[in-house]
């Protein structure tokens, strides 16, 4: 997983964006309203969509890795999806601050279609991880879009409602995405888990885009605004960060002392790109902006890398079958919309920040708690119930930053600043999926495909724990972050 803010208080600098400017009576009226029906049922369409294939994709990848012979690579499955996309979500911020979100959310839309294509017919575990990388393209022009979006066209009061809105589109995939995946996965194949998805682009393209034309449509700065140096710095930053987190993944599954060259080229592009496309003070969680910026990663990564492993274990340790397995994570979409709702809830504005540093507390305690399935006595089951909390906590953590983003960003602003986000989530997650493939891999992680179907059910549990406990880490120490979020005046 950013927009304008609605106290614009620079108009004088900038022509307002959308040529239809929201109506007052709309905004009290909520999100479905009449003026506001066929845009919100749109782009929350589009994020069903994205939701879908997160969950469907995750049921179907321990099969899709041991067949195509790749275990060892599985992280990379993952992380491959979010290098590209910390990308394409710089360049969506440039571009829709330039032109509007309707080309970055087009295209975005049609480049994940692509790579969803080409990952259902590889051939190779590499062929199936350039599917995921030029999926992630799309999929970051199309997330940063969205928020810029959000951010035109819908005023301040309606912002928490549609943030909630996207997170309660999670709810119908967590619960149908694993079952029907599954289901694909064992009577017709892995592949048909890519190649059915992409029929489902052409309803929010026909719904959405007429309204996205109307209501958000044009450049955010005056005419004569163009990329500037500015805006071509922002991009070879943007492919800096790209090409610097994909050596450090690569180093990170490859583990050889040769692998330490590739891995120091990728630090040495990663961390000034970094540090010339977050905020300033974002390393040190300076209070405001920056503080808000560096949660979203800490949250996102850690609870992604965790989540990604969920399944593979299950499959692995526990003999479940990838139906079983993947619905393991269903009861988590309707909690995370559940704690979405929560924070929306006007009365509980104030009360933000302690929002959220509950949120963290409970992200820590289920990524802690899922492991304790490799103990035979604990059942499987454990991790359900352990999901569907930190579920809880990320729909409050992840919603409340998408919202005070949008407070704390000017209007010429909201394109850089939604990619500022969405590269912290990204980045963050590329970052601790290698962390925890290098240390899943050098535990033998990476053979448990090949041993018996009793085996398999034992072997290797440290490699698992070596995942899951670091990240419980990582969330604990976002609680303090939470702590930062708010600036003097909020």
């Known amino acids: 997983m950013s927009a304008l803010d609605p106290r614009d208080t620079d108009v004088a600098d900038a022509t307002p964006p959308p040529p239809v400017p929201p109506l007052p009576s709309a905004a009290a009226e909520g999100v479905l309203s009449g003026p506001y029906r066929a845009l919100s049922i749109g782009i929350v369409s589009v994020v069903l969509l994205i939701a879908f294939e997160a969950t469907a994709v995750g049921t179907a990848m321990p099969v899709a890795a041991r067949e195509l012979h790749g275990v060892s690579l599985y992280a990379f499955a993952f992380s491959g999806y979010f290098t590209t996309s910390l990308f394409g979500m710089v360049l969506a911020g440039q571009w829709a601050d330039r032109r509007g979100p309707l080309g970055p959310l087009t295209t975005g839309i049609a480049g994940f279609a692509a790579g969803l294509l080409l990952s259902g017919t590889a051939g190779t575990m ?80 026909a719904l959405a885009l007429p309204q996205i034309r109307r209501r958000a449509g044009g450049p955010a700065g005056t005419a004569e605004d163009g990329p500037g140096d500015s805006g071509r710095r922002r991009l070879r930053l943007a492919l800096a960060i790209s090409l610097g987190a994909g ?41 405001g902006l920056p503080a808000v910026v560096l949660l979203r990663g800490v949250a996102a990564g850690s609870f992604m890398a965790a989540e990604s492993f969920v399944p593979l274990m299950l499959v692995t340790q526990r003999g479940l079958s990838p139906t079983l397995a993947g619905f ?44 304790s399935v490799l103990i035979d006595a604990v059942p499987a089951c454990t991790v359900a119930v352990a999901w569907a909390f930190g579920c809880f906590g990320m729909g409050l953590v992840i919603s409340s930053t998408s919202v005070l983003l949008l407070k704390l960003s000017a209007p010429r602003e909201a394109g850089a600043n939604s990619a500022a986000l969405q590269i912290s989530d990204g980045l963050s997650s590329v970052l601790l999926l290698a962390a925890g493939g290098a240390a899943f891999a050098a535990l033998g992680g990476g053979t448990v495909a090949h ?19 670091p990240m419980a880490a990582v969330a604990l120490a976002g609680a303090w972050v939470a702590t930062r979020l708010r600036t003097p005046h909020l």
Do not use: K
Request: proline share 7%.
């Open 126 to 205: 590499w062929l199936f991880i350039l599917g995921r990388a030029v999926q992630g393209l799309g999929g970051g022009l199309v997330i940063v879009a969205l928020y810029v979006v959000v951010g035109r066209a819908y005023p301040e009061p309606l912002r928490p409602a549609i943030m909630a809105a996207f997170a309660a589109g999670w709810v119908v995939p967590s619960i149908v995405g694993p079952l029907a995946a599954g289901a694909v996965t064992e009577h017709l194949g892995w592949r048909w888990v890519f190649l059915g998805i992409p029929v489902l682009v052409v309803f929010p393209l």
């Open 247 to 287: 050596l450090l993944q690569y180093a990170a599954q490859d583990l050889r002392w040769l692998s330490l060259l590739p891995a120091l080229a990728g630090v040495a592009l990663l961390v000034p790109a970094a540090r010339g496309l977050l905020p300033h003070g974002t390393w040190r969680a300076a209070r």
């Open 328 to 371: 393991s994570l269903a009861a988590g979409g309707g909690t995370w919309a559940i704690g979405s709702w929560v924070q929306s809830r006007p009365r509980l504005e104030r009360h933000r920040e302690r929002l959220v540093t509950v949120g963290m507390v409970l992200v820590a305690a289920s990524v802690a708690a899922a492991p």
């Open 451 to 469: 041993t018996t179907a009793h085996a398999a059910t034992t072997a290797h549990p440290a490699a698992f724990a070596a995942v899951f406990l």
